[in-house]
């Protein structure tokens, strides 16, 4: 993950980023008490 990361491969991005074309997602969520 680091080497993809340094390549500008992997990012973190928040709730108002909009998605472009040809953008792989992951969604990672918590589910609250």
Not at 9 to 33: A, M, P, S, T
């Amino acid at each position: 993950l680091a080497a993809a990361r340094a390549q500008g491969k992997l990012r973190l991005e928040g709730k108002d980023y909009v998605v472009q074309d040809g953008d792989i997602l992951h969604i990672r969520f918590n589910v609250g008490k």
